[in-house]
Structures are given as structure tokens and as C-alpha cells.
């Protein structure tokens, strides 16, 4: 059933666990993320970048989704990473349940007044807001643990900036970055600052750029040809820890990338003569599917829905 993403993370977020928001771009990631809810009876958020929706279509990914969410699970279909005011503005006139309005590059004075917008147009109608204070390193944007720490998300600015715009869930920065290559040592996400920003706003938090990578799906997907070079994730100790700590949505893309060029390069040097583009596809959303599966274990997300 589609409902918004308030309604899942709040109950989360009484719970004490996290729920899975993984990004899709097309049928057959959208098949596997509802496919594994309703396998283990767990509340989902599909969500779709700005990105996603140049490359799919609105209409046409949004139609997918909506198909996907009258599954007998709770399913929220969000908008990820909005940041083109007019975009967000037609995701909640077209049916989406929750927005991220993500101003977490402008001045603070700047971000506050363009989610204070997005909440006023989305609660109108229902729909929820997840906004961003502090800033992830991004894609390849790998940067010094000094440097990262100074767009890591203050508590107190955390706490005006939640109070100030009424947002419903509060997406932050303590040490993820998006993308395959998130850390050159070993990952130290800041707990303390966690626990300080949780203390002050209680509300639903939000961890980004928060893949596991796992070292077998590389291997696999380089063992077929794919070159993917230096990589390190999220261990799920730290996500455990995560949520212990507060965190009750956990955004996933990159596992899913990796999972699916895994098993398309494996199905296509294993299968050259199958032109069967179903052959062909299959395989990639069964194992993107067992990605998610294991992930939402993790998150402690099983039968809550
Ligand atoms: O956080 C970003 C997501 O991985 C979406 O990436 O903008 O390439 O679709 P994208
Ligand atoms: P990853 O790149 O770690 O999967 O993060 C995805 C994300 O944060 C989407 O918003
Ligand atoms: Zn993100």
C-alpha cells in the first residue's frame, strides 16, 4: 500500500530500526526492491533521483512505482536528491508520497527558506519532506577526514534548521559518502555526533551514501570483465551501529549497480548466444534482489510492515 515516508519512519523510528530506500531507474530494479519487501514482510521506500527520472520519465517510472506500491507492504515513493524546485513541486502533484528537498551546498539562510517551500506545497497535499543539513563528499569527490569534517552536520544548526522549516525527516552527514569508493582508510562514521544531533531532534535521520559494497560482488563483477578499481562501503557493523544510534532510513544505489553489472557481465560471457533480453535481465534483478534482502535483514526491518 503506498503511504508516505512519515508514516513508515516515524513508526521506524519508534522501533528502533531503519528502513531501505533504494534507488531505481528502471522495471527490473523496481521488481526486485518489491519483490524482496514482500518476500520478508517489510516496509520499502523506491526512490528515484532527478537523474532516474531524465533517463526513464517521469510518467513512465512514476507508473512502475505505483504498480510496485499496491503490494500488501507500505511502500513510500520518494524523490531523492531534489533539488529543481519545479521538479519537486511536480513529483507531489504527480503522486509521489515524499520529497528530499536537498539543499545541502547553499547557505544555510538559502536552504532553510527552499525547504520552508517544499514543506508548504508537499503537506498540503499529504506528502512528506526529508531535507539535508551538512554535505556528503560526493562521487569520486574523496577528501580528507579534516576537510570532510568541516560540512559534517552541526546539532545545534541541525536543531534550528529542523525547527525552522518543519521538516518531517532529517537527512545528515557523520562520515558516508555516496558512490563505490566512500573512504581510503577504514570507515570511522562519527557516532558521538550522531548521538548529540538524535538528542537534539528526535525526529526520523536519514543516512546517505550509505553502501556495504560488498568485496564479493566487486570481485565478481571485475572477474567478468568490469574494472572497478578501489572500492570500500559501509561495513554492517556500522550500519548496526547507525541505527542503534538514530538512523531510521538507509539509502542504497551503488550495491544495486554493482550487483546488477555483476550478474548482466557473468549472464552475458556465460550465455553468448541468449539474445533474450528477459534471459538476459533475470539474473541481474534476482541477485540485486538478494542484495536487498540481505540489507534490509541488517536495517531490522523483517515482518514490520
Ligand atoms: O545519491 C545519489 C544516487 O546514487 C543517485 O545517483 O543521480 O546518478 O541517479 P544518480
Ligand atoms: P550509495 O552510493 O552509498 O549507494 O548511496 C546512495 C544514496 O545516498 C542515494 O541518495
Ligand atoms: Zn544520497
Not at 499496491?70 to 520529497?99: E, M, N, R
Not at 532510513?249 to 554493482?258: Q, V
Not at 534471459?279 to 510492515?305: D, H, S, T
Amino acid at each position: 500500500m503506498l503511504v508516505s515516508s512519515k508514516k513508515i519512519l516515524d513508526k521506524a523510528n519508534k522501533g528502533h530500526y531503519a528502513v531501505g530506500a533504494f534507488n531505481t531507474n528502471n522495471l527490473e530494479i523496481t521488481q526486485a526492491i518489491i519483490e524482496a519487501a514482500i518476500d520478508l514482510k517489510a516496509p520499502v521506500i523506491i526512490q528515484t533521483s532527478e537523474g532516474a527520472i531524465s533517463y526513464a520519465g517521469l510518467e513512465f517510472l512514476l507508473a512502475i512505482n505505483k504498480v510496485a506500491s499496491q503490494a500488501k507492504v507500505p511502500v513510500a515513493i520518494h524523490l531523492d536528491h531534489g533539488k529543481d524546485l519545479k521538479l519537486i513541486k511536480k513529483c507531489i502533484d504527480a503522486g509521489y508520497t515524499s520529497v528530499m528537498y536537498d539543499g545541502s551546498s547553499l547557505p544555510f539562510a538559502k536552504n532553510v527558506s527552499n525547504t520552508k517551500k517544499v514543506v508548504a506545497w508537499a503537506h498540503k497535499k499529504g506528502v512528506s519532506v526529508e531535507a539535508e543539513i551538512g554535505a556528503l563528499a560526493g562521487k569520486e569527490d574523496f577528501v580528507s577526514v579534516s576537510a570532510k569534517e568541516a560540512s559534517f552536520t552541526d546539532p545545534d544548526q541541525a536543531l534550528d534548521f529542523v525547527k525552522k522549516t518543519k521538516c518531517d525527516v532529517l537527512a545528515i552527514a557523520i562520515g558516508t559518502a555516496h558512490g563505490a569508493l566512500k573512504f581510503k582508510g577504514a570507515c570511522h562514521l562519527d557516532f558521538k555526533r550522531l548521538k548529540q544531533i538524535k538528542t537534539k531532534v528526535k525526529m526520523p535521520l536519514v543516512l546517505h551514501g550509505a553502501s556495504g559494497v560488498p568485496g564479493e560482488l566487486v570481485q565478481m563483477a571485475n572477474k567478468y570483465g568490469a574494472k572497478l578499481g578501489d572500492t570500500k562501503g559501509v561495513p554492517d557493523s556500522q550500519i548496526r551501529q547507525a541505527i542503534l544510534g538514530g538512523i531510521n532510513k538507509i539509502n542504497t544505489d551503488t550495491d544495486l549497480r554493482i550487483a546488477f553489472t555483476a550478474a548482466l557481465r557473468k549472464t552475458l560471457k556465460d550465455n553468448p548466444a541468449e539474445f533474450d533480453p528477459r534471459k538476459i535481465l533475470g539474473p541481474a534483478k534476482e541477485l540485486m534482489k538478494k542484495v536487498i534482502m540481505q540489507r534490509i535483514r541488517v536495517f531490522g526491518a523483517v515482518n514490520k510492515g
